[in-house]
């Protein structure tokens, strides 16, 4: 499975986020500053309520415009033998029935979800928390993380 092109689909995935982002901000930002949406007393709050929102949306597309130059910098290699996951890795971990999951250690964007040929892949960061349990870990090495109110064990299967 090439990083390369994993790397490009979620680039490709955070443009389309930014863009939408970007187009919601700047049509809040025009609603907020809108004539008519001028106070007409004390209590009328709509333009004051579209400023936060369009504030609140300016920074989500800070963010993603900001995780999108991060994974371009991103410079993916192939794991070899041995290797501990680190940033730019692709793993695949098992659960107890055999279940596997797929996580790209991003540097930011966790929770991005994209699809690569049959399988989806969510992006995790190293601060999350299973992140932190997979960072520095090796092929083979089980990890515990808290899921559903329970702990689940999950086996390191592959690293790419």
């Known amino acids: ?35 008519e949406n001028k106070a007409e007393d004390k209590y009328d709050t709509r333009g004051l309520e579209a400023s936060y929102l369009a504030h609140g949306q300016s920074k989500a597309a800070e963010e993603t415009a900001l995780a999108v130059a991060q994974f371009r910098a991103l410079s993916p290699r192939d794991a070899t033998a041995g290797d501990p996951i680190s940033l730019g890795a692709l793993v695949i971990v098992a659960d107890a029935g055999g279940r596997q999951s797929r996580y790209f250690i991003g540097p930011r964007a966790g929770g991005t979800e994209v699809t690569f040929g ?10 999350s928390p299973l992140g932190r349990e997979l960072v520095g870990r090796r092929l083979g090495d089980r990890v515990a993380i808290p899921l559903g109110g329970k702990r689940s064990e999950l086996t390191i299967s592959q690293i790419i």
């Open 1 to 35: 499975m090439p990083k390369t092109e994993l790397l490009a689909g979620i680039i490709a995935r955070l443009e389309a986020e930014l863009a939408l982002l970007t187009s919601a901000a700047l049509a809040t930002h025009a609603e907020a500053t809108d004539e």
């Open 118 to 127: 049959a399988h989806t892949i969510m992006v995790i960061t190293p601060q």
